[in-house]
């Protein structure tokens, strides 16, 4: 369901993807290419949301922005199934694992990757190319060139969804 909240109307480009469960209200900018999955919750209703091309958005998904602020979500990215994402900054090409937390005014670098569950806390920094994990996260490794070529090809899976489910999601039941 899109929903305008006091004025705030959601952009979302006739080139997104945004299943019938998923809630999006307010101030959003959900770009070209982007995939939004069942039961994602994206609220810009005090805050700003933007979510730049061929990201995805997973299943139970919440993203949110203090009154006033910003949420950004770079390009290509992946945010997987029930992480919280709440007055950050995720640059280009992060993968975020199920059920992580970025929270107010963290920035996570550029090809950054959070494993499953991590805990990025209050202003903490991610640097690019880095893998993190834990609660808080820390840094546990550097990404390499190989694994941004593996990652690429299966985000275009992603990328290709926004089409695919357009055409062919159908009910039946």
């Not at 959900?30 to 994602?40: E, F, H, K, L, R």
């Not at 910003?70 to 992480?83: A, E, N, P, Q």
């Not at 996260?137 to 275009?156: D, G, H, L, R, S």
Request: net charge neutral; proline share 3%; charged share 25%.
């Amino acid at each position: 369901m899109i929903y305008e909240f006091e004025g705030r109307v959601p952009k979302i480009s006739d080139k997104a993807y945004v299943h019938e469960t998923a809630v999006v209200i307010g101030k959003v900018t959900i770009s070209d290419g982007v995939w939004v999955g069942p039961n994602a919750t994206i609220r810009g209703d005090y805050g700003t949301i933007e979510i730049g091309e061929n990201s995805a958005v997973e299943d139970n998904v919440v993203i949110h922005a203090r009154p006033g602020e910003m949420t950004k979500i770079g390009k290509w990215v992946t945010i997987g199934h029930g992480s919280i994402v709440h007055t950050a900054t995720v640059n280009d090409y992060v993968v975020i694992g199920m059920g992580s937390v970025i929270t107010d005014y963290a920035v996570v670098g550029t090809w950054a990757v959070l494993a499953e569950g991590s805990v990025v806390k209050i202003r903490q920094v991610v640097e690019p190319e880095t893998i993190v994990a834990g609660v808080p996260a820390q840094p546990k490794t550097k990404v390499t060139e190989e694994y941004k070529k593996q990652w690429i090809e299966f985000k275009k899976i992603y990328v290709s969804f926004t089409e695919r489910y357009k055409k062919g999601l159908k009910t039946i039941g």
